[in-house]
Nanobody
Framework: QVQLVESGGGLVQAGGSLRLSCAAS????????MGWFRQAPGKEREFVAA????????YYTDSVKGRFTISRDNAKNMVYLQMNSLKPEDTADYYC?????????????????WGQGTQVTVSS
């Protein structure tokens, strides 16, 4: 089993930046593909970014391409989401997720483990 804890959320003005961190426990962390999802009030949870087990393969939803960067440090059991040029539309609860498979997926149901989320609010 993998346990995930997110941090780094907060309040930021439009155009600003935040870096979200996800601390993972589990001796097989390096074998998991990882993802970030977000859920705004009254909306469905949506895919943001994913990264393969080695960190070489990355995938982003169109709305964040060029602004967000996902990365991982397997030696430290950490996953990061660097968010630049933030927009009010990015306001949501952000969740770190893991799946016990090296293949990247973009659907929430394909992920096995979830953190409890960190709030990101972008003011205009």
């Amino acid at each position: 089993q993998v346990q995930l804890v997110e941090s780094g959320g907060g309040l930021v003005q439009a155009g600003g930046s935040l870096r979200l961190s996800c601390a993972a426990s589990g001796r097989t962390f390096s074998s998991y593909s990882m993802g970030w999802f977000r859920q705004a009030p009254g909306k469905e949870r949506e895919f943001v970014a994913a990264i393969g087990w080695s960190g070489g393969n990355k995938y982003y939803t169109d709305s964040v391409k060029g602004r967000f960067t996902i990365s991982r440090d397997n030696a430290k059991n950490m996953v990061y989401l660097q968010m630049n040029s933030l927009k009010p539309e990015d306001t949501a609860d952000y969740y770190c997720a893991a799946r016990a498979n090296i293949v990247i997926r973009t659907t929430a149901n394909d992920y096995n483990y979830w953190g409890q989320g960190t709030q990101v609010t972008v003011s205009s």
